[in-house]
T-cell receptor, first 115, second 116 residues
Framework: KAGVTQTPRYLIKTRGQQVTLSCSPI?????VSWYQQTPGQGLQFLFE???????NKGNFPGRFSGRQFSNSRSEMNVSTLELGDSALYLC??????????????FGQGTRLTVV | AQKVTQAQTEISVVEKEDVTLDCVYE???????LFWYKQPPSGELVFLIR????DEQNEISGRYSWNFQKSTSSFNFTITASQVVDSAVYFC?????????????WGAGTKLIIKP
């Protein structure tokens, strides 16, 4: 069965712009979580969505937001981009429960570069 | 604050050697979960194991084994008879609840290089 699909794989944006990243979870998975990975800060949890509701949230500013649709697909939006937002953004899906407590399946990520 | 420490930034061994990756965590909770994930060069994280705080049994899966010790707050990962395909970055992570909000806290990762 298909894995977690993230689009686009690579993105270059200018400071001040906004960006939307997309994640399609594994079929049947209802939980989607997002992570930011940078060389300096490592992996950091952004938020988790379950049944179209944000269930858990990390310590990121309000410029980072997300949503989940009825088919479990999720989008993540970053507004007013800063250079420090350059990172690999990873999406993970899990079948249910809390993504932070169960096995999660990750996509290959979207590499965002802010110039 | 919760924290996960992977003190080994990079480990390099020759194929067929055994290698242990260390993970030390800090938490005030009595209920928590610990994970190991592998990140190959392709980028996606691959789940290896999950342990809850009430289960201190060691686990073996093929060439992989995990040693969970609550007394020392450690959850170490050993690869026996390493292979080149084991080369990757390995992450340890801790999940716990803080004010009804669950977070997954990641270690900095250990880059494992297996030389042929």
């Amino acid at each position: 069965k298909a894995g977690v699909t993230q689009t686009p794989r690579y993105l270059i944006k200018t400071r001040g712009q906004q960006v939307t990243l997309s994640c399609s979870p594994i079929s049947g998975h209802r939980s989607v979580s997002w992570y930011q990975q940078t060389p300096g800060q490592g992996l950091q949890f952004l938020f988790e969505y379950f049944s179209e509701t944000q269930r858990n949230k990390g310590n990121f500013p309000g410029r980072f937001s997300g949503r989940q649709f009825s088919n479990s697909r999720s989008e993540m939006n970053v507004s007013t981009l800063e250079l420090g937002d350059s990172a690999l953004y990873l999406c993970a899906s899990s079948i249910g429960g809390r993504a932070t407590n169960t096995e999660a399946f990750f996509g290959q990520g979207t590499r965002l570069t802010v110039v | 604050a919760q924290k996960v420490t992977q003190a080994q930034t990079e480990i390099s061994v020759v194929e067929k050697e055994d290698v242990t990756l260390d993970c030390v965590y800090e938490t005030r909770d009595t209920t928590y979960y610990l994970f190991w994930y592998k990140q190959p060069p392709s980028g996606e994280l691959v789940f290896l194991i999950r342990r809850n705080s009430f289960d201190e049994q060691n686990e073996i899966s093929g060439r992989y084994s995990w040693n969970f010790q609550k007394s020392t707050s450690s959850f170490n990962f050993t690869i026996t008879a390493s292979q080149v395909v084991d080369s990757a970055v390995y992450f340890c992570a801790l999940s716990e609840e803080v004010d009804s909000n669950y977070q997954l806290i990641w270690g900095a990762g250990t880059k494992l290089i297996i030389k042929p």
